[in-house]
T-cell receptor, first 113, second 113 residues
Framework: DAKTTQPPSMDCAEGRAANLPCNHSTISGNEYVYWYRQIHSQGPQYIIHGLKNNETNEMASLIITEDRKSSTLILPHATLRDTAVYYCIVRGTVQGGSEKLVFGKGTKLTVNP | NAGVTQTPKFQVLKTGQSMTLQCAQDMNHEYMSWYRQDPGMGLRLIHYSVGAGITDQGEVPNGYNVSRSTTEDFPLRLLSAAPSQTSVYFC????????????FGEGSWLTVV
């Protein structure tokens, strides 16, 4: 499975865009990039995923570089409720089709008033 | 919608006791799984199921049993609790093996003393 590298922490002002980077230089051609977040004491929450094109949904935008070695999650107008640990994941599978999500340590995003 | 529901949320066990963590989902998802989350270790897959009557082991299955008699329920049994099983447990589900979005429960905090 491809490994990902994220900064351990970031700060963002409320109302501003939060740009969270992720490096995944060993990603293989058929692996997707997923983003999840985990608010304190809650289960992880799916945000967005993509293969090579930029993606946008109601929560965020995902920008993937052309070489697919890195990506950026963008929260366009961060709110205090966006304070969470954000995980960038390259989807891997174990034999038999199980879902082996390697979450790593993620980025602790703090949105400040 | 309830989504993925786990019970209990908190539990303290004595070493050697057995217990069952309950997980139910109301989304008619075929795929369900159990993870444990420990500080610095990310999420590790314990067991998973691709459908009723089918279960398989993940990365860290020792000391745990599962069964899948219905599509909705996927209980996790600790046979003889050990302090090393002190952790936060998350149940998750998705529509099928190829499903992209994984839905997590709120977590069960287990302490074994």
């Amino acid at each position: 499975d491809a490994k990902t590298t994220q900064p351990p922490s970031m700060d963002c002002a409320e109302g501003r865009a939060a740009n969270l980077p992720c490096n995944h230089s060993t990603i293989s051609g058929n692996e997707y990039v997923y983003w999840y977040r985990q608010i304190h004491s809650q289960g992880p929450q799916y945000i967005i995923h993509g293969l090579k094109n930029n993606e946008t949904n109601e929560m965020a935008s995902l920008i993937i570089t052309e070489d697919r070695k890195s990506s950026t999650l963008i929260l366009p107008h961060a709110t205090l409720r966006d304070t969470a640990v954000y995980y960038c994941i390259v989807r891997g599978t174990v034999q038999g089709g199980s879902e082996k999500l390697v979450f790593g340590k993620g980025t602790k995003l703090t949105v400040n008033p | 919608n309830a989504g993925v529901t786990q019970t209990p949320k908190f539990q303290v066990l004595k070493t050697g006791q057995s217990m069952t963590l309950q997980c139910a989902q109301d989304m008619n998802h075929e795929y369900m799984s159990w993870y444990r989350q420990d500080p610095g270790m990310g999420l590790r897959l314990i067991h998973y199921s691709v459908g009723a009557g089918i279960t398989d082991q993940g990365e860290v299955p020792n000391g745990y049993n599962v069964s899948r008699s219905t599509t909705e329920d996927f209980p996790l049994r600790l046979l003889s609790a050990a302090p090393s099983q002190t952790s936060v447990y998350f149940c998750a589900s998705k529509i099928g093996i190829s499903g992209n979005t994984i839905y997590f429960g709120e977590g069960s905090w287990l302490t074994v003393v």
